[in-house]
């Protein structure tokens, strides 16, 4: 089996507040017909991508939040993307808005992403853990970021999936910045790790890091990538959003660390590459051999605490 997998970041701008699931579907098919065209295997959309991403606003309303979520998947209005994706023989990833039901039938709120194999399987499931933002209204900001108030962390961990004749892995958005998601993931193998991102220009409580925010969307992706041998695909939800700017620069993203294709809009674009999983194995059987290299019995803070606990001064 060959271990090359044609790879399409379909990139998505802006979805209005008003534009109903069945729209962005239509949406997600364009890519997907694109994604044939270039004889893609396999198509990455981004975070929340069903909908505009509505944590920017305080909503109160249990039942105005819960229609930002999905109680099923696949539902009635993503059906058309998992059959014609089937009908074309190519698997997927994209995120939305879970709401899970427990044993006791309680309420539970994620933001999750699945990844499909080629015959409609869904075969992966994600649920973000690093939620970024803030629980209360905080209304000195120009838009809200309440993903700590919709949402539960995560409790999957960070899984792996024999998919694609290669071992993928799911991450979202906020997820990307900390190297302790890659690496429990390489710690498994990991030769794709596929990941989408809603990130607006502006982060208002540190304005400061506003000019080199598209700096460390490629930084913290393609260290990522270089330092646990995988190939990294992230993909944003991007342009001007209800009045609130978010990055672009869709990139795939070799073991090598190097980008090898990026979209250069901020609409919705594909950029593709082939992508040979096996070019993992000489980084992962040399320099980042980590049977052979790492000191877990070094690591141990790493589990053990949480916030940064300067030294005692003098
Ligand atoms: N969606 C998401 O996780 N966005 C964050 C914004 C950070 S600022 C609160 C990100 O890390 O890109």
Known sequence: MTRMIT???????????????????????????????????????????????????FIEDETELDQ?????????????????????????????????????GAKHRYNTSILVEKDGRIVGKYRKVHLPGHAEHEPWRRFQHLEKRYFETGDLGFPV??????????????????????????????????????????????????????????LVMQSGAYQNATWVVGVAKCGNEEGVPMIGQSAIIAPSGEIVAQCHTLGDELAVADCDLDLCKSYKESVFNFAMHREPQHYGLIVERKGAVPPPEG
């Open 161 to 218: 999936f024999r998919a694609f004749g290669g071992i993928m892995g799911m991450c979202i958005c906020n997820d990307r910045r900390w190297p302790e998601t890659y690496r429990v993931m390489g710690l498994q193998g990991v030769e794709m790790v596929t990941l989408g991102y809603n990130t607006p220009v502006e982060n208002p409580p540190a304005p400061e890091h506003d000019a080199v925010g598209p700096f460390h969307n490629h």
């Open 7 to 57: 790879v399409g970041a379909a990139q998505m701008g802006p979805i209005a507040k008003d534009e109903s699931r069945g729209q962005v579907v239509n949406r997600m098919i364009a890519l997907l017909d694109r994604a044939r065209r270039h004889g893609c295997d396999f198509v990455v959309y981004p975070e929340l991508t069903l909908t505009t991403f509505f944590p920017r606003w």
């Open 68 to 104: 930002w979520f999905e109680q099923e998947m696949p539902s009635n209005e993503t059906q058309p993307l998992f059959q014609k994706a089937a009908e074309y023989g190519i698997g997927f990833t994209f995120g939305y808005a879970e709401i899970a039901r427990d044993d006791n």
